[in-house]
């Protein structure tokens, strides 16, 4: 763990696994409703799972388990072709399974993307978990490529009959209220505020819960803290609300 400084809001923001040059190890976190969490350095970044755990844990009633299989730059083609991904599935107990790899706007990014989560999606269904599309963000510097993106996810989720998680679309919505917002950390991955966003949109998705109200602090099971300033968490939970579809998780 380490301290990124340039964000003093956010103490003990942490970076995972080395950040951009490591791997997760598999291994469920907690007790309750199970989440198996698949993809790269933008889930273990700013852990991302850790902090949809954290929005359970803050909120009383459900709780979540949370495992990921994540390593630097895979694409969930190659979490298929590895196979640790699919033998976590296998083992079973999911509610859901989180799939995600890099914005997949261009054809052929997006085509891997489609064939891979028709992959995962059978053997998801096999274990009668439901599959979750996590819908990346592209580079800052490649904003326009926004539309493409959420188009590549969203076709992804309906080819298995799955859950879009429309995280891409809430930072759309954020920044359309302060488009100041600063939801990337280095230009690729994303700063606290865009971590938090990201978490408020797949917890509220699956457990088809409201954004509004749900704290601006959160210790992580890891002994983290990530700590969104009052105003900039409203602002983040309206984005929230203003994209996730009631009861999607269901």
Same mark, same amino acid.
């Given at each position: 763990?380490? #301290?990124?400084?340039?964000?003093?809001? &956010?103490?003990?923001?942490?970076?995972?696994?080395?950040?951009?040059?490591?791997?997760?190890?598999?291994?469920?976190?907690?007790?309750?409703?199970?989440?198996?969490?698949?993809? %790269?350095?933008?889930?273990?970044?700013?852990?991302?799972?850790? !902090?949809?755990?954290?929005? &359970?844990?803050?909120?009383?009633?459900?709780?979540?388990? =949370?495992?990921? =299989?994540?390593?630097?730059?895979?694409?969930?083609?190659? *979490?298929?072709?590895?196979?640790?991904?699919? *033998?976590? !599935?296998?083992?079973?107990?999911?509610?859901?399974?989180?799939?995600?790899?890099?914005?997949?706007?261009?054809?052929?990014?997006?085509?891997? $993307?489609?064939?891979?989560?028709? #992959?995962?999606?059978?053997?998801?269904?096999?274990?009668?978990?439901?599959?979750?599309?996590?819908? +990346?963000?592209?580079?800052? %510097?490649?904003?326009?490529?926004?539309?493409?993106? !959420?188009?590549?996810?969203?076709?992804?989720? &309906?080819? =298995?009959?799955?859950?879009?998680?429309?995280?891409?679309?809430?930072?759309?919505?954020?920044?359309?209220? %302060?488009?100041?917002?600063?939801?990337? +950390?280095?230009?690729? *991955?994303?700063?606290?505020?865009? &971590?938090? $966003?990201?978490?408020?949109?797949?917890?509220?998705?699956?457990?088809?819960?409201?954004? +509004?109200?749900?704290?601006?602090?959160?210790?992580?099971?890891?002994?983290?803290?990530?700590? !969104?300033?009052?105003?900039?968490?409203?602002?983040?939970?309206?984005?929230?609300?203003? =994209?996730?579809?009631?009861?999607?998780?269901?």
């Amino acid at each position: 763990m380490r #301290l990124l400084r340039r964000f003093p809001l &956010a103490v003990l923001f942490i970076a995972l696994a080395a950040c951009l040059g490591g791997t997760t190890d598999p291994g469920i976190i907690g007790e309750g409703r199970r989440v198996l969490f698949v993809g %790269n350095s933008y889930l273990y970044f700013a852990d991302i799972p850790g !902090i949809v755990q954290a929005l &359970a844990d803050s909120a009383g009633g459900d709780q979540l388990a =949370v495992e990921t =299989v994540a390593g630097a730059d895979l694409a969930l083609i190659d *979490h298929w072709n590895q196979g640790t991904a699919r *033998h976590e !599935i296998a083992e079973g107990g999911w509610e859901w399974v989180v799939l995600q790899q890099g914005p997949s706007s261009v054809e052929v990014n997006r085509d891997t $993307l489609r064939l891979a989560t028709q #992959l995962f999606g059978g053997a998801i269904a096999t274990v009668q978990a439901r599959t979750a599309l996590f819908s +990346a963000w592209p580079q800052e %510097n490649r904003r326009q490529d926004f539309p493409r993106a !959420i188009e590549s996810y969203t076709l992804a989720a &309906a080819d =298995v009959n799955g859950i879009l998680l429309p995280i891409a679309a809430a930072w759309l919505a954020a920044w359309a209220r %302060n488009p100041n917002l600063r939801l990337y +950390a280095d230009g690729l *991955h994303p700063s606290p505020q865009g &971590a938090y $966003l990201s978490a408020l949109v797949i917890y509220c998705t699956l457990l088809g819960k409201t954004p +509004a109200g749900l704290p601006a602090v959160l210790r992580l099971r890891s002994g983290a803290v990530i700590s !969104i300033a009052a105003p900039e968490a409203a602002l983040l939970q309206a984005a929230a609300t203003d =994209v996730i579809q009631p009861g999607a998780g269901r």
